[in-house]
Structures are given as structure tokens and as C-alpha cells.
């Protein structure tokens, strides 16, 4: 393809140009709209867009209430649904509660990092303004920049269009563990440009100075990798620098959120071990008018097993089978959850039973600590949507432990509640979402009203805006739902 000698000679000039974690090492003009890939590569194109087929929203919260007590104090708490298809990965981010209801570019509450792994126009934005510009300043800074949804520059090259690690953030993280990412092989690729987004992370804040002379604060997405890939690895690393994602409001403990460690906590399983690739099961080939070529519609493998399982677990009578191993896997898992969310939420309760009663700081030191790391490894292994099919081990394991912490808090607990003259204490009902937003002290009716103001008022602009620039292609959000948890 000459398009790709046009890439090789247009890096031996940028490179030269390169500043701290330029996204775009050296590449050509990013490719943003995903239209405008439509035309040379229809299959992969038409297969990306039946994404937008998964676009039911599962209101966890309304699932497990339990989650409003692990998280309050802190944005999910709020709103948090199940993943959706990547055609509306932009779409959730915009909607959820979570994003706040901003009225210019200078209002939060989330930073800039929280587009990052939603859009290629991130890609094309880092490219224009530089890493540390893109990573500084509040989300609604990009609300008119960023209006396409997870696409082909994500994980590919607008030029040669092979696929390219798009975010800095991951090859930094994959230096610091020790892969050396000249040796990947294309089964690795395979698995890495999904890494970009399906991992843990955090915003790192970061001082820099402007080419004016400007000292400016960059949140700056970095994954916790130095360690090694594993949940103690990263908790270790973020103790070491006394990390706290938030405060919880009930127990006052310092928090970990653990995202998503969905590439980490795959490579411990079985397929993993076996060099078997995210794509190998998300992204199965499959055949136009004779012709092979990578189904781009990424979703849950179970619906389509024919393409995705069978072909390694041969013999249709295995389909069965592999069935009702995942369910029983499925199950499994939810046992272990359910107890240990339950143990972690009343261990929540209790301690702030405990602080109003006069507990001291000394003698809740052992609890918090015992919180802080259990919610971190439950969190950690069922954040990473999957992880019971991917490792399904690991995914127990952290359970187990998770519990353990959990029922130790709650022991130390009952001393301290006794020493206070409240033995017996019984946490309140947490059973709905209604009765655990109440404890949470989550305004649900606020936050749901200002984001309405938001999304016909400033969210409107942004995309009317984006139309009008010929950011985004107007056919491409003709007949997209718009669903939501609280509408
Ligand atoms: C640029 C970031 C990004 C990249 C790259 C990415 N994902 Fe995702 N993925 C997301 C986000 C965000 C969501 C949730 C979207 C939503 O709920 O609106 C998601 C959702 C999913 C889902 C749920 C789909 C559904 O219909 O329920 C699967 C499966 C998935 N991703 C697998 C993958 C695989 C496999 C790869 C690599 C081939 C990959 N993703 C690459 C960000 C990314
Ligand atoms: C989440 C990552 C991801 C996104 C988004 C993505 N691709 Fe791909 N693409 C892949 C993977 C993985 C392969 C398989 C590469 C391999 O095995 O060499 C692939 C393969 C391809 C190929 C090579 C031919 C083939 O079918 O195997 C083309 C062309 C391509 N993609 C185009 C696109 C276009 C166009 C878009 C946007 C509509 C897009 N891709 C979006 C990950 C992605
Ligand atoms: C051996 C096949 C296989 C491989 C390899 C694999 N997955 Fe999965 N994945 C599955 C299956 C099966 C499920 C769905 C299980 C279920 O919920 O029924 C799933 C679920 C998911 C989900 C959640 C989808 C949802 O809607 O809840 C995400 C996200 C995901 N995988 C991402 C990845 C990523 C990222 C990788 C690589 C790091 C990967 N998967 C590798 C088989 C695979
Ligand atoms: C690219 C090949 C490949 C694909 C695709 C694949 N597998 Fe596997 N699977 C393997 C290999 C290899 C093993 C390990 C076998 C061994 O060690 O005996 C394995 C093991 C398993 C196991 C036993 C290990 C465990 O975790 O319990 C199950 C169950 C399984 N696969 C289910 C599935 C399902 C379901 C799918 C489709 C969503 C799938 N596999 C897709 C290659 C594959």
C-alpha cells in the first residue's frame, strides 16, 4: 500500500518535532470521523457499526444496591449501568450522571482524561495540542472536539491503517513493566490495542509549563504497572504513594476505585496462557462474497459461538457443553460477590455507626485498612466485565480474599461498637437503590434535573456544532437510541 510509504517518510520528519509523550509519534493527519474509513474498508466498517445494536442500558445500581454503599461519596454512586456496545461508549460518557452538568468550557466536575478512551478524537486532539494540553483542564473543555465514538483510529493507523497502540499512557505502562514493545508480535497487538482502554488506571497529576510560560496541572491517565500486572502489584504501588481515589462518605476511609483490569486480570487465565487474543474471541474473521476479513462487531462472543468458540473447541456437540460451563462460571461468581459485597457494605455501615459514636482515629486504623484493601480486590476482580470467563480463578481468589478483609473489619468492629455500648448493632436496610441512595446521601432528583438543562442546552451545541464542522457524520446518529438510567 503506497499510503504506508507515505507514513515511513512523513516519520522521519515529525519525529524530530517530537515532545513529551506526543500521542501521534511521527504519524500522519489523524483519522477521526470513522466515515471517512468507510469507503475503502466497507466489511470492517459495516461490522464496527452493529455495535450500535447493544445499546440497552442495565441499571446496576438498581441490580445491586449494595454497590451505592461500597461507592459513596464518589461518582458511581450516582449512576453506573453495564457496558454497552462502542458505538455508544461517547453517548454513556456524555449521559451519565457521573459527567456531572457543566455550563461552559471551564466547569467540571470529571477532568479532560475522562474522554480518553472514548473517542479517536482524542487521538487526533493529543496530536494537535499535545499530551499534557489534552490532559489539562475540565471535560467540558472538548465537548465540541471530541464527537466521534470508539473507531478505526483507536486501534489503528490513518495511514497505513495497521493496527498502532494509539495512547502514550500504555506504551509508558508497558516500558515500565518490562515488555519491550519492539518484540510484539501481531497475536500481542491483537490483545494491546484493547489494553489501551479494557485496563486499571489513574489520573496522575502532573506539573508542566506551557510553550507561553504557562505553569499548568495535567491529569494525566497512568497505569499502575511498575509492580507487575496483578491486584496486590497495583496496591502496593498505590499505598507506596498514598493513593486515595476518594474518601468514602460513610466509613471515612481513603478509597481505591479500581477501573477496569480487564487485559491484566485476562492474562492470567487459561486462554491468556495459551496465546489465545482478546480479538481471537471478540473479533472473529469472518467471510464477505467469498472473501475473509476481521468482524469488527465486538460483543459478547456467547451470542455467536459458531464463529468465536467452536473453531478451537471443535465438534458442534461441544456448543452445549461450553454453554453450561460459562453459566456455572457465571454463577459461581455471583455467589462469591453477593457475600462479599454484603460483608464489605455493612463493614461500611458499622464503622460509621462506630466514628458517631466517638470511635478514635487509632482505634479505626485497622479497620479502614482491612476496607481499603478489600473493596480494592473485590472491585478489582469484577470490574473487568468478563473476568469470571476470562480467569476464572483469579476472579475467585480476589473474591475470597476480598471477603476475608471484609469479615475481619466487621470483627474488629464489633469490639470497638461494644466498647461504645452498641453491641448488636445491626446496619440499616440497603436492599433498594432508593433506600442505599438515602444512606449515601445521593440527591438523585438534582443530579438528574441539572443533566437534563445540560443535555438540551450546552450538550445540544456540542453536537450541532460537530455536525455542522463536519467532525461527525450526521447519517452515522440518525435512528441512535438515546437511552438512559434515570429518563
Ligand atoms: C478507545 C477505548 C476502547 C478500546 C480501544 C476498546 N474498548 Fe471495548 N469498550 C470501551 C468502552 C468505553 C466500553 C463501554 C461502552 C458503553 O458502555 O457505552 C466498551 C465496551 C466493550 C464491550 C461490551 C460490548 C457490549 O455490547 O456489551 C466489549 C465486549 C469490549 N468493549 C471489548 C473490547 C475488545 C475485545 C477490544 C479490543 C479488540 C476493545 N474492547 C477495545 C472502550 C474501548
Ligand atoms: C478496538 C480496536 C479496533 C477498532 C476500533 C477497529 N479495528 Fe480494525 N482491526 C482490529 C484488529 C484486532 C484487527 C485484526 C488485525 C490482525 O489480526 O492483523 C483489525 C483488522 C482490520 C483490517 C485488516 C483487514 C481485516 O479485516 O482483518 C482493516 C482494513 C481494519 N481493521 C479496518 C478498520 C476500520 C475501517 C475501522 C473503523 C470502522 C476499524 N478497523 C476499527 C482492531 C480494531
Ligand atoms: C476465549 C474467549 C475470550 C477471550 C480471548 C476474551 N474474551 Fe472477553 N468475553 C468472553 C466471553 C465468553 C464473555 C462473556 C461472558 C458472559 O457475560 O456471558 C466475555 C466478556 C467480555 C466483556 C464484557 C462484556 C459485557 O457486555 O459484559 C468485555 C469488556 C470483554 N470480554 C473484553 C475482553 C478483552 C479486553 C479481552 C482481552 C484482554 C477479552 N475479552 C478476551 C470471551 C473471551
Ligand atoms: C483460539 C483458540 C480458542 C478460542 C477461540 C477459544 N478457546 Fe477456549 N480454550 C483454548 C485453549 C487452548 C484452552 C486450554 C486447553 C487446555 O489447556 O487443555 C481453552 C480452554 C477453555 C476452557 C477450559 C478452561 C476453563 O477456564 O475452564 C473453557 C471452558 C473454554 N476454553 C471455553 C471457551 C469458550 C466459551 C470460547 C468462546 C467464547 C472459547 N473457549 C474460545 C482455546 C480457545
Not at 511498575?226 to 502489584?233: I, M, P, S, Y
Not at 502496593?236 to 477501573?259: G, N, V
Not at 468482524?295 to 459478547?300: Q, T
Not at 461500611?348 to 482491612?370: F, N, P, Q, S, Y
Request: hydrophobic content about 35%; proline content about 3%; glycine content about 8%.
Amino acid at each position: 500500500m503506497n499510503k504506508l510509504l507515505a507514513g515511513s517518510l512523513v516519520l522521519v520528519v515529525v519525529v524530530v518535532l517530537m515532545s513529551w509523550g506526543d500521542a501521534a509519534e511521527g504519524e500522519a493527519k489523524v483519522i477521526a470521523n470513522n466515515r471517512d474509513w468507510a469507503e475503502d474498508f466497507p466489511e470492517q466498517y459495516n461490522s464496527w457499526k452493529k455495535t450500535a445494536e447493544s445499546d440497552e442500558i442495565v441499571d446496576m445500581l438498581k441490580e445491586k444496591p449494595q454497590l451505592v454503599i461500597l461507592w459513596a461519596g464518589y461518582g458511581f454512586s450516582k449512576d453506573y449501568n453495564a457496558p454497552r456496545g462502542h458505538y455508544y461508549a461517547l453517548q454513556s460518557n456524555r449521559n451519565t450522571l457521573r459527567t456531572g452538568a457543566p455550563v461552559d468550557t471551564k466547569t467540571g466536575p470529571m477532568p479532560t482524561a475522562c474522554w480518553s478512551c472514548k473517542s479517536p478524537d482524542v487521538v487526533r486532539v493529543m496530536q494537535e495540542e499535545g499530551e499534557l494540553e489534552y490532559f489539562t483542564g475540565k471535560w467540558a473543555k472538548y465537548g465540541d472536539e471530541i464527537s466521534n465514538t470508539i473507531g478505526c483510529a483507536d486501534c489503528h493507523d490513518s495511514e497505513s491503517a495497521e493496527l498502532r497502540l494509539s495512547r502514550p499512557y500504555l506504551k509508558r505502562a508497558l516500558e515500565a513493566s518490562g515488555f519491550d514493545l519492539a518484540e510484539a508480535t501481531t497475536d500481542d497487538m491483537r490483545s494491546l490495542v484493547c489494553a489501551q482502554c479494557h485496563s486499571e488506571y489513574y489520573f496522575q497529576p502532573t506539573e508542566w509549563t506551557d510553550g507561553a510560560g504557562n505553569k499548568k496541572i495535567a491529569k494525566v491517565v497512568t497505569f499502575p504497572w511498575e509492580n507487575g500486572l496483578t491486584a496486590e502489584g497495583m496496591e502496593e504501588y498505590y499505598d507506596a504513594i498514598d493513593f486515595k481515589d476518594w474518601t468514602h462518605k460513610i466509613s471515612k476511609t481513603p478509597m481505591l476505585k479500581a477501573q477496569h483490569p480487564g487485559y491484566e486480570i485476562f492474562k492470567t487465565g487459561i486462554h491468556a496462557k495459551n496465546g489465545v487474543s482478546c480479538a481471537d474471541c471478540h473479533m472473529p474473521t469472518a467471510i464477505q462474497d467469498g472473501a475473509e476479513y476481521t468482524s469488527h462487531h465486538v460483543k459478547n462472543p456467547m451470542s455467536d459461538m459458531k464463529a468465536t468458540c467452536l473453531g478451537c473447541h471443535d465438534s458442534d456437540g461441544d456448543r452445549e457443553v461450553l454453554e453450561a460451563v460459562v453459566a456455572r462460571k457465571l454463577e459461581r461468581k455471583e455467589e462469591l460477590m453477593e457475600i462479599t459485597m454484603n460483608n464489605l457494605a455493612k463493614a461500611h455501615l458499622e464503622a460509621g455507626k462506630a466514628w458517631e459514636l466517638g470511635a478514635t482515629e487509632a482505634e479505626m486504623a485497622g479497620v479502614l485498612l482491612d476496607i481499603r484493601h478489600g473493596q480494592w480486590r473485590w472491585d478489582y476482580s469484577i470490574a473487568s466485565h468478563g473476568s469470571f470467563f476470562h480467569a476464572p480463578e483469579e476472579t475467585l481468589r480476589l473474591l475470597g480474599v476480598a471477603n476475608d478483609k471484609a469479615q475481619s473489619a466487621r470483627i474488629k468492629l464489633a469490639g470497638i461498637l461494644a466498647k461504645y455500648g452498641a453491641s448488636g448493632y445491626v446496619a440499616p436496610d440497603f436492599s433498594t437503590k432508593e433506600k442505599a441512595q438515602k444512606l449515601a446521601g445521593v440527591p438523585l432528583q438534582e443530579l438528574v434535573d441539572a443533566k437534563n438543562k445540560f443535555r438540551s442546552g450546552l450538550l445540544k451545541k456540542w453536537k450541532d456544532k460537530a455536525i455542522q464542522d463536519g467532525d461527525v457524520d450526521r447519517k452515522e446518529q440518525e435512528g441512535m437510541s438515546d437511552n438512559t438510567s434515570y429518563n
